[in-house]
């Protein structure tokens, strides 16, 4: 049958960089524990909080604005002072850099994931997760809980991807209740850096796929010693760096230009047109997504669970988990897989596309609501085409 893990060693091992995964999941688990592939940090930072972030929230809501540990220890702390609004500094967040700072983080976790020189290092995603912890506290004491909504990314990106859970609090009665996610996902609000979110978002997953291509694997091999003072990790690094850049760029430029090319409609209202309809966007990253990360979630998932059961490497089997509980259900019918993959993709962007279509008929004038819709619908096709194309690439 062939080795199951192999479909799910990424970025590092794919690339032949041994140092950069100690047998897959090297280091020890938050700082103790087993420093060889029994190690669970990477999966839990990589998998569970970054993947499984997408899936939580897709179904039950921005799951990480009550979890969030920086967010609690901000509350309790806020409670014991007896003052739940404001800053502790009594500054006000400035509206004008609206997502930007989450921007600046997610953009920081895609480049550790996918073009740093040593992704899996367990000091590494240490070193990561200690200045997020840092950069959260410090941001909140000096502009209180708004922080955390415009710059944690991981809130930012759970509360974006949860525009299409079934699932929504009514303004009206505060409740709970089942709602329709096409109805949701036009409630993002529009705030500056609203599309760089969501092209971080989209242009990392395109670039994870490209990036494993053999094409540019034997790029980065070819060039990475060739570039002046740097060695063979940081070229490499450097090489995968600037590729980011371009996916995330492109995504970025192609549909700020789409959603501004219409007309009938005045320069300020032109300037609002991408914030308007980037919520579009959320369908296509969810889709591409779970099409790219399905059998990394599923089957990686699994083996993070069983390292957690024995965090300390003292051969514990915790709630009775071990090793053969893992189940590869997905690698061991790729049919099946590829069929979800597709799927995921194709629906995405037909959700997409009528998210899109439904927010110009609101925001555009009578005599261009079709004409202004075909740049919009030609980017999307070319999405469409580009992710399948990534994926099977890949």
């Not at 999966?43 to 899936?55: C, D, I, K, P, R």
């Not at 840092?134 to 809980?145: E, Q, R, T």
């Not at 092209?199 to 395109?206: D, K, N, P, R, Y």
């Not at 579009?280 to 399905?294: K, N, R, T």
Request: charged share 15%.
């Amino acid at each position: 049958m062939g080795d199951p893990h192999r479909g799910l060693r990424r970025n590092a091992l794919d690339r032949g960089d041994s140092s950069a995964v100690v047998h897959d999941l090297g280091g020890g688990c938050f700082g103790v524990g087993p420093a060889d592939n029994d190690n669970a940090l990477p999966g839990v930072f990589y998998v569970l909080l970054w993947v499984g972030l997408v899936a939580i929230s897709v179904c039950v809501g921005p799951l990480w604005r009550i979890i969030s540990p920086v967010r609690t220890i901000y509350r309790l702390g806020a409670m014991a002072r007896g003052r739940s609004r404001g800053s502790p500094s009594g500054r006000s967040y400035p509206l004008s850099w609206g997502f930007w700072p989450a921007v600046l983080g997610l953009f920081a976790f895609v480049w550790l994931e996918l073009a740093s020189p040593d992704p899996g290092s367990v000091s590494a995603i240490k070193t990561w997760l200690l200045s997020y912890v840092a950069i959260m506290g410090v941001g909140a004491w000096i502009f209180g809980s708004r922080w955390f909504s415009r710059a944690d990314p991981f809130e930012v990106y759970s509360v974006a991807v949860s525009r299409l859970a079934p699932f929504g609090r009514n303004p009206g009665t505060g409740r709970i209740s089942v709602i329709n996610p096409l109805d949701h996902l036009p409630t993002m609000p529009v705030r500056p850096g609203t599309v760089a979110v969501l092209s971080v978002l989209l242009g990392s997953t395109a670039f994870d796929s490209f990036s494993q291509s053999a094409v540019f694997r034997n790029f980065v091999d070819r060039y990475a010693l060739s570039l002046p003072i740097l060695g063979d990790s940081a070229g490499a690094s450097l090489l995968r760096t600037v590729g980011l850049l371009i996916f995330v760029s492109v995504v970025g430029v192609t549909f700020w230009g789409a959603a501004r090319a219409t007309g009938g409609v005045d320069r300020q209202q032109r300037r609002q047109l991408p914030g308007q309809l980037a919520h579009s966007l959320i369908p296509i990253v969810v889709g591409y997504i779970f099409a790219h990360y399905l059998s990394y979630l599923v089957e990686r998932g699994q083996e993070t669970v069983v390292r957690l059961a024995d965090p300390f490497g003292q051969g514990w089997h915790l709630v009775g988990l071990d090793s053969t509980d893992v189940w590869y259900v997905l690698s061991q019918h790729p049919s099946v897989l590829w069929t979800i993959k597709v799927a995921c993709v194709v629906v995405g962007h037909i959700v997409a596309v009528i998210a899109a279509h439904d927010k110009a008929l609101h925001v555009l004038p009578a005599r261009h609501q079709i004409t202004g819709q075909l740049a919009m619908m030609l980017t999307m096709v070319g999405y469409t085409f580009l992710g399948l194309y990534l994926l099977f690439g890949g």
